[in-house]
């Protein structure tokens, strides 16, 4: 899930920055300070989008650089159970496939890719026996947050599914609607 979110923070200035206007110069060191910065209880700042308020700047004795008390607004993106997602496979590997949500990515185990079973073929792609449905590299898929964590915090994981109604690859969800719609059609 997408969040806007306002922080306050004290924001170190260095004289190197001093030439510069006060709003730019600070809003440089928040990006420096926030840009990729992932937390637990915010998730992933993926923007710094604007400067709210600016406090009176201080000098620290001994530092030389000016902290100045501000407040500002970032965007997230903070994973969340049960979400649906919707994102592009980027890698497949024998045990399940890599998908990109945004900012960040997810993984599917083969078990989770869909109701049939499911091989690894040479040529990087997951095969349903049954179904004859095959994923690869590039696909745009449907899936649903099954799993997170930030046991890591330099990089989260997130575990996904498309093993129920409405989740898959795209053109797999518009052909188990295209029948049921047949069907509606038929009995007017």
Request: hydrophobic content about 35%.
């Amino acid at each position: 899930m997408f969040y806007k979110t306002k922080l306050k923070d004290y924001i170190r200035v260095p004289p190197s920055n001093f030439g510069m206007d006060v709003k730019e110069a600070v809003l440089t060191r928040v990006k420096e300070k926030y840009g990729g910065y992932i937390n637990q209880e915010i998730g992933i700042i993926i923007e710094v989008s604007k400067i709210n308020e600016i406090g009176e700047g201080t000098i620290v004795p001994g530092d030389g650089a000016s902290y100045y008390e501000t407040v500002f607004e970032i965007m997230t993106f903070k994973p969340e159970l049960h979400e649906l997602t919707i994102g592009k496979i980027k890698d497949i590997a024998d045990f399940g496939a890599f998908i990109t949500l945004g900012p960040i990515e997810g993984m599917i185990h083969i078990s989770q890719t869909m109701d049939d079973f499911v091989s690894f073929s040479k040529d990087k792609a997951l095969l349903g026996k049954e179904s004859k449905r095959v994923l690869k590299v590039g696909d745009k898929c449907r899936t649903r947050i099954i799993a997170v964590s930030f046991k890591d915090i330099t990089n989260p994981k997130i575990g996904l599914t498309m093993r129920q109604k409405g989740l898959g690859k795209v053109e797999w969800i518009a052909e188990d609607v295209a029948p049921k719609e047949a069907k509606k059609e038929t009995k007017k």
